[in-house]
């Protein structure tokens, strides 16, 4: 398994705003993976970020909202960009182990006022 | 696309035995993978099938007919601790085994 600190783990920001998310992973991993998860619902992915290569959006998401870095192996950032109440949500990460299992982070969650 | 159904809800007693269905559909099926997330926590791993039969971890099992596209998850001696959601997922087509397409959750409430 691997052990991933996400940080912070909860924030209220006011609309307008910007908000970074940041994970970290103890040990090199290839593929990290931004979710979205509403409260009481399944989650919804955002994007794939590899090391060394621009992350790939799904559907409905895009770099100039959700502008993410991955510097290295173990690190990866998600920005939530001029926020509005509607991003209001539960932000995850999480990685393919070495295992081939998907872990995640605690989570980030976010009230836009 | 690809989509994984599964219960909205499920109650059952303390002690008792729970089976949570979740049927598939999605081409290049790598197989299934069970986690389980409780209110204001991040979802955690419990189980993978990548080959029909069952898979057995304490008191937890899941199954897979690749076959029926549908697999489950047995929970037995119910604790009031497995009152989560409990979530199927499956890898995507396309890609290899994440990242995960999820199924939208079963909430279990264990009642004593």
């Not at chain 2, 099926?29 to 990548?50: E, K, V």
């Not at chain 2, 971890?57 to 009152?83: A, N, V, W």
Request: glycine letters at 8%; charged letters at 15%; one cysteine or more.
């Amino acid at each position: 398994s691997a052990v991933i600190s996400q940080k912070p783990s909860r924030d209220i920001c006011q609309r307008g705003t910007s908000l970074t998310i940041q994970c970290q992973v103890d040990s090199q991993v290839t593929m990290m993976f931004w979710y979205r998860q509403q409260p009481g619902q399944s989650l919804t992915l955002i994007a794939t970020a590899n090391q060394g290569s621009e992350a790939t959006y799904e559907s409905g998401f895009v770099i100039d909202k959700f502008p993410i870095s991955r510097p290295n192996l173990t690190f990866s950032t998600l920005t939530v960009s001029n926020m509005s109440p509607e991003d209001s949500s539960i932000y995850l990460c999480s990685v393919e182990s070495v295992d081939l299992r998907e872990y995640f982070g605690a989570g980030t969650r976010l009230s836009v006022l | 696309g690809q989509s994984l159904e599964q219960p909205s809800e499920v109650t059952a007693v303390e002690g008792a035995i729970v089976q949570i269905n979740c049927t598939y559909q999605t081409s290049g099926f790598y197989g299934l993978s069970w986690y389980q997330q409780h209110d204001g926590g991040a979802p955690t791993f419990l189980s993978y099938n990548a080959l029909d039969g069952l898979e057995e971890t304490g008191r937890f099992s899941s199954f897979l007919s690749r076959s029926d596209s549908y697999g489950y998850l047995l929970l037995q001696e119910l604790q009031m601790k497995d009152s989560a959601s409990y979530f199927c997922a499956a890898a995507r087509e396309g890609s290899g085994n994440t990242p995960l397409v999820f199924g939208k959750g079963t909430r279990l409430s264990v009642i004593a």
